[in-house]
């Protein structure tokens, strides 16, 4: 069975530059409907530019005992369909934001993982309203693989590069996390990985990370519950893994 889950590649078919990571699996709350959450900026476009290439495509396939994708970089000889874009709600380039985020409908034959260190994403737990409070979380980033940290839930406003690339956008209401060791928290390529606490719910998501100023090597993330409001969709309940046998070809 090939399989795919947080921390494996994730990106656009003609736009390898801007891949990021695999966030979660997540449902349509009126259909039900599959779809796959990263960052808009991995596969959703930048406000006011949004994106033409709307298929979505994974890189590599998860081995037996394998968390996450192993590669360090996207390789297209070993990209796959996913599904194609469904919607988004994209950075803008000249106004600050709140939400960066975006879904693919899935149409491939993957199996899409739903856990973390073989533990189950039970759900989502909304910090909007816990202000100040330091909250133990992990991840696994494409690039980073395993990270532990600390999310501090004071709303913070942070302009940042987003990946590889020159653009700059400004993140409101937004959450620093620290790392538990002297590493970054977050490189580019961890976009759109998702932060989970001690009691395995989602809390947020990557954005970026810092690399100016007095607090370098911290990442950046947004509170996931808005995001999910708006974009339509609800984290899979703690199930370990959702199958699809859709298939779409790539390109297409």
Not at 204 to 207: C, E, F, P, Y
Not at 248 to 251: D, E, I, L, Q, S
């Given at each position: 069975m090939r399989r795919f889950g947080p921390g494996s590649w994730v990106g656009l078919y003609k736009q390898r530059g801007f891949a990021g990571?695999?966030?979660l699996p997540v449902?349509?709350?009126e259909t039900g409907e599959l779809m796959l959450l990263t960052a808009a900026h991995v596969i959703g476009g930048l406000?006011?530019?949004p994106t033409k290439e709307t298929?979505?495509?994974g890189y590599g396939d998860l081995g037996d005992g394998q968390p996450h994708e192993t590669l360090t970089t996207p390789v297209p000889a070993v990209s796959s369909d996913l599904g194609r874009l469904a919607r988004s709600v994209p950075p803008s380039l000249s106004q600050r934001c709140s939400i960066d985020a975006a879904i693919a409908r899935v149409s491939s034959d993957r199996e899409l993982r739903n856990h973390l260190n073989e533990e189950p994403i039970l759900g989502v737990r909304d910090i909007s309203d816990i202000l100040d409070t330091d909250i133990p979380v992990e991840m696994f980033g494409a690039c980073?693989?395993?990270r532990q940290g600390i999310l501090n839930t004071a709303p913070v406003t942070e302009r940042l590069r987003l990946g590889t690339t020159e653009h700059r956008v400004f993140y409101e209401r937004a959450c620093l996390v620290r790392s538990n060791d002297d590493e970054p928290m977050a490189i580019p390529g961890d976009s759109g990985s998702v932060l989970i606490d001690d009691n395995h719910h989602a809390v947020?998501?990557?954005?970026g990370a810092?690399?100016?100023g007095d607090i370098i090597g911290a990442a950046v993330a947004t509170p996931l519950a808005p995001a999910l409001d708006a974009l339509g969709v609800e984290i899979y309940p703690g199930e370990m893994a959702v199958k699809t046998d859709r298939v779409?070809?790539?390109?297409s």
């Open positions: 990571s695999f966030g449902k349509d709350r406000f006011p530019w298929s979505v495509v980073s693989n395993r947020a998501m990557i954005v810092i690399h100016d779409a070809p790539v390109g």
